[in-house]
């Protein structure tokens, strides 16, 4: 265990561990008791943290990622120069490529695990998935519109890289390749101003 994740509460920790897990197993795949485990967590924390189960688990997983995905956008709204669009997006997707490399092609992303294993029998979990992509959705349209793209194109902009991206890396994790990665990435650059 490293020494950040014992600095983290058990209940910060658990919610770091299913969005780990499940970005990798999905969220069938992966059982409450392997997510304690991995958090190095009482067992008797879920149910004292997380009263609604595995449902409320993957909710919070899925917005504790977005929040993830949306700090470097955030530090890119916050910057004195604000950064090329295409710059930005590039970011996104260089974290995309990382996450593959650091993880074999195992690493994908919860909310996408959400909403494929849980969402069609869950409004909290469909809710949740809604609001972990507009966590991400609304800064990256944000630094978008500082980059010199107008508002109503930077809405549907946004949505493209991510949707683009998510596609991507799943196609990415089935051919155990980036080359996916690369073809978003340079088709987006058609698209983006530098």
């Not at 795949?29 to 149910?47: C, D, I, K, W």
Request: charged letters at 25%.
């Amino acid at each position: 265990m490293t020494a950040v994740m014992t600095q983290k509460s058990p209940r910060e920790r658990t919610v770091r561990s299913a969005a780990l897990l499940f970005r990798e197993r999905g969220v069938g795949g992966t059982g409450l008791r392997e997510v304690v485990e991995h958090a190095g967590a009482p067992r008797g924390s879920l149910q004292y943290y997380f009263p609604g189960g595995k449902e409320q688990l993957l909710v919070e997983a899925m917005a504790w990622m977005a929040e993830r995905a949306a700090r470097p956008l955030h530090a890119a709204l916050a910057a004195a120069e604000p950064p090329s669009p295409r710059a930005v997006v590039h970011g996104v997707l260089d974290r995309f490529r990382e996450l593959l490399t650091i993880t074999d092609y195992r690493g994908g992303c919860p909310i996408v695990a959400g909403v494929a294993d849980a969402s069609w029998d869950s409004p909290a979990v469909t809710d949740g998935a809604r609001a972990a992509f507009a966590t991400w959705l609304s800064p990256l349209q944000d630094v978008l519109v500082r980059g010199g793209v107008p508002a109503e194109r930077a809405a549907r902009l946004a949505l493209l890289v991510v949707s683009a991206a998510e596609g991507a890396l799943v196609l990415s994790r089935a051919r155990r390749d980036l080359t996916a990665l690369d073809a978003v990435q340079s088709e987006l650059d058609l698209l983006l101003p530098d």
